[in-house]
């Protein structure tokens, strides 16, 4: 390992050892102990929405700002760069198998969930059922993919790519758990294509994140600091929300 890619993953641990990853277990953990009721289900969902909304266009705005600072270094490499962290968006705009034309994206597939478990776009937009820790970490993925510059960004999506990962096999296997309840056929029953989806494609995001900032920090050896400063600042935002979900949906376990 070179000098880069030690850091890297020493940051690395430092997101996977961050006290967020332990309130998304504990997550998981009561997901699987106790299925979620209606009520609990609309505040998971539109909490959650007001977070997942900023993620594809953050995507594309941090793709946007690596082409258009490598326009300044290496005009002929912008785009190649830029498709590092646009790799990430593919699957969220459905364009992952070419051949077949465009597939729904994954707000569209979390869309169809929710209105298979009864849950419309009204109630993912009612503001008692969002609780304001989803709010905040929407605003801060608006701000740190499309606003705060490249290093912070790429340091926000790390993190962001590694959560998912644990995050999205929790979700799918407590839905999984009390098929019954949540009105579910089988194990791969359409409806939770939108879980099972991210249990497949985050690994591949985070290692061309990965690279990309390698590459990144061999020019830029001084903005660790700042790529670590977008990556803490997305493990906190998420700790709020898993504890503020945590607190709300399972008070008996918090
Ligand atoms: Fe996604
Ligand atoms: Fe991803």
């Not at 912070?152 to 096999?169: P, V």
Request: glycine letters at 8%; aromatic letters at 10%.
């Amino acid at each position: 390992m070179d000098k880069v890619d030690e850091k890297i993953h020493e940051l690395e641990q430092e997101i996977k050892n961050h006290q967020a990853m332990k309130e998304l277990d504990k997550f998981g953990h009561s997901l699987m102990e106790k299925p979620l009721s209606i009520e609990a289900q609309k505040i998971f969902f539109a909490t959650m929405r007001d977070f997942f909304k900023e993620v594809p266009g953050g995507i594309l705005g941090l793709a946007l700002q690596v082409n258009d600072e490598w326009e300044k270094i290496e005009p002929y490499e912008a785009t190649h760069k830029a498709s590092y962290i646009l790799f990430a968006d593919v699957d969220e705009l459905g364009l992952q198998e070419q051949h077949k034309g465009i597939l729904p994206s994954h707000h569209q597939l979390f869309r169809d969930l929710c209105g298979h478990l009864g849950i419309s776009e009204k109630d993912l937009g009612n503001k008692k059922n969002i609780l304001e820790e989803g709010t905040k970490l929407g605003i801060e993925t608006y701000k740190y993919y499309r606003e705060k510059g490249v290093a912070k960004g790429l340091g926000f999506h790390l993190s962001s790519e590694t959560t998912s990962n644990k995050e999205f096999n929790h979700f799918l296997n407590g839905f999984k758990k009390y098929k019954q309840h949540y009105k579910i056929k089988d194990d791969k029953d359409p409806v939770l294509d939108f879980f099972a989806v991210h249990t497949i494609v985050e690994p591949l995001h985070k290692a061309n994140g990965k690279i990309m900032m390698g590459i990144y920090l061999k020019k830029n050896p001084q903005k660790m600091k700042e790529i670590r400063e977008g990556a803490l600042e997305f493990m906190d935002g998420f700790y709020e929300l898993f504890k503020a979900l945590n607190n709300r949906l399972y008070p008996e376990a918090s």
